[in-house]
């Protein structure tokens, strides 16, 4: 959506006469799992009271003071942010951020040493799923199997590190998301409301909403997706048409 070719493709979905397209995009879901997944005090505090993570990532990290050094130093703590949640190390951070391998080491410990949640979790899960055989599951239950974290080729063990690593938060997001599904389905009907959801795009669900039910619905959507799962954040959605 931020290219010109994203914007352009997505012109091609025509709502309905008497309808528009209505977006329900589940904020930050993977960096708010981590939080939960990792029980990490600064990001749980952080999502708890609304506060912007990417914000306080660049406060705490890369020590942004003014409001200018904060916008700059905000889109780096962003893209680290991510990163961490993928498991990504120093050597695929380097050129998402623009700096060096060295760099990029010294920034995720710096970020280790804020988020101490995150880097126990980022030690202890490998070993955990080595000692369940080889078997990782995400919040709902739903199992991948790694058979290579126990591999002599580092390589291979590498990789399933990261994806024991990263199963957790990203499987999870996607269990929400189908339970969202099914809830906001329910909902709708209930309501005796005729919205249909109609595409997923990723975290993203897209509804054809007729125009008087636009408000009624965007409520009844936000309220389900949001109480689809319990975890000790807050899950957002922010509603757009």
């Known amino acids: 959506i931020r290219t010109e070719l994203g914007r352009h493709i997505r012109r091609a979905f025509i709502p309905a006469e008497g309808c528009q397209l209505v977006s329900a995009d589940y904020s930050q879901i993977e960096l708010r799992l981590l939080a939960h997944i990792t029980d ?21 990290v890369f020590g942004a003071e003014t409001e200018a050094d904060l916008k700059e130093k905000r889109r780096v703590a962003k893209i ?3 990163a961490i ?9 380097a050129p998402r951020v ?5 760099e990029a080491k010294k920034v995720i410990e710096d970020y280790y040493n804020s988020y101490t949640g995150v880097k126990r979790y980022m030690d202890e899960m490998p070993e955990k799923v080595r000692g369940n055989g080889g078997v990782v599951r995400s919040l709902a239950g739903r199992l991948r199997r ?5 591999s002599r080729n580092q390589n ?16 999870s997001a996607s269990d929400i998301v189908k339970l969202a599904m099914l809830k906001v389905t ?13 595409l997923q795009v990723h975290d993203e669900l897209i509804f054809e909403v007729r125009n008087e039910e636009l408000e009624e619905a965007g409520r009844v959507i936000k309220e389900a997706m949001e109480s689809a799962y319990e975890l000790k954040v807050p899950l957002v959605v922010e509603i757009g048409n």
């Open 40 to 60: 990490d005090a600064e990001m749980l505090d952080a999502f708890r009271h609304g506060e912007d993570i990417h914000s306080r990532t660049a406060r705490r």
């Open 80 to 82: 680290v942010n991510f």
């Open 85 to 93: 949640a993928y498991a990504v190390g120093a050597f695929g951070l």
């Open 98 to 102: 623009g700096i060096s391998r060295h």
């Open 146 to 150: 790694l058979p290579d974290i126990s």
């Open 156 to 171: 291979l063990r590498s990789r399933a590190e990261r994806e024991a690593i990263n199963m957790p938060m990203q499987g």
């Open 186 to 198: 329910k909902e709708l009907k209930e309501r005796g409301l005729s919205a249909k959801m109609i």
